[in-house]
């Protein structure tokens, strides 16, 4: 039997620090120096994405002249802070947060927080992967039209992560296993394989690591690969709700009972209604599911110190074909700043020009050690993202390509069932409460509707 990986090792990877910054308290430095400007930035989860921006800035900071306040926030509190600025709260003159661009983006554009980023991006356009240029153009409600109002630099979306080795000793053998690539039949053999992993010794292991709880984002990011691969349509491309019609509500009831009924099953950790956002990570990452499902590559990401955990012993793969046989379009994530309308927004602007220069983003991205993609074609072609023996990154690459416009891109309301985590609530109900599948679908509906209305009369 394959020993864990050192807890202690996992937690540090994984974890995300607290806020630190230079200078003054960042709710106030905006007005106490009028010279700086400031930045709010999350915090890399590696120290090389840390120390990539904060070189990047001091360099662009002399060459300038321009004095930079730059601010780290962990993931979370980053979040919070972007959820003050739509409550009336301080701003920074540019924000970068890993979820920040899918939670608030379209709602601070709606709400003309924004500066448009045409002049930006403009030079770089023709170098831009597809669907990274629709997945940062946002409706604004005064101006009545879409525009581009961030700055990419990086992607991401969900990728299935699997123990070759654990799965290679539960079938007794040293071949590659072929897993199915069609929907029932892929989800279906990870719990035959949990049966043969407790028979091989692994008494704790369950198949499947996905999150069933409403206390992380995780839950309502996969689901959302459930609803796509059972054809439901939630949004129309103008943007009108379409749950109430009956066949779109039959097809989200069906999506839900599917994913819930692994934890029914007993396939999934039954702690997984109380994860948190790391906790799928290191449930998986200490051998107690033979695979996950997570929306960055945080996981491998963790172990690249560790050859032999990063290149043998874990493996990333495709999402199986959705019900029908068709590939699942996948949502992406684009990591983008914002620059908000201000004094400030002519040296935003400018650090946003250099920061994107070819040799500067590739070095800030490649400090995440792989976990989100580039946004450059050509930066993509570079070795570190080629090696044919590194799954996780190719597997990412399928998955992006694969990509589909988020909801909250056709309707930033979407945003607030996001923020609520409204179908991570409905799957928390299921597998808690017990409450029948279609209760809790009907309960997330009417939610929903309730957040499009309000938003509506806003």
Known sequence: MKPQLALASILLSLSVGGCSFTGANPATSQTSNDRELLIWWSEGYYPEETDAIESITRKWEKASGNKVKLVFFNDGEISQRATEILNGGPKPDLLYG????????????????????????????????????????????????????????????????????????????????????????????????????????????????????????????????FLEAHEANIISQSGELLLRKPEEREKVIQAMKNYTSFYKKGWVPTKATEWGDVDNNINFLSSLSLMTANPTLSIPGSQTADEVAYYERIASVGWPKGINGQTVRTDISVKQMFIFDGKKMEEAKSFARNLIKPENLSTYVEGAQGRFLPVSKNILTNPFWNELRNTHIQASRETVENYKLAYQIYNPAYTEVRRQNIWAQAIEQVCVNNTPVDTAVDNAIESIESIFQKWERS
């Open 98 to 225: 890993y979820s920040v661009g899918d939670s608030h983006g379209p709602t601070f554009a709606y709400k003309d927080f924004l500066v448009k980023t045409d002049d930006i991006i403009e030079d770089f356009k023709s170098d831009y992967s597809p669907g990274i240029i629709e997945n940062i153009t946002f409706l604004n409600k005064d101006a009545g039209g879409r525009f581009p109002y961030s700055v990419p630099l990086s992607v991401s979306s969900a990728y299935i992560h699997y123990w070759k080795d654990l799965l290679q000793e539960a079938n007794e053998t040293d071949l590659t296993i072929n897993i199915p690539d069609t929907w029932n039949e892929f989800w279906e053999f990870w719990g035959i394989n949990q049966q043969k992993a407790i028979q091989a010794g692994f008494v704790d292991i369950k198949g499947i690591g996905l999150p069933m709880a409403s206390s992380t984002s995780d839950t309502h990011i996969l689901f959302d690969f």
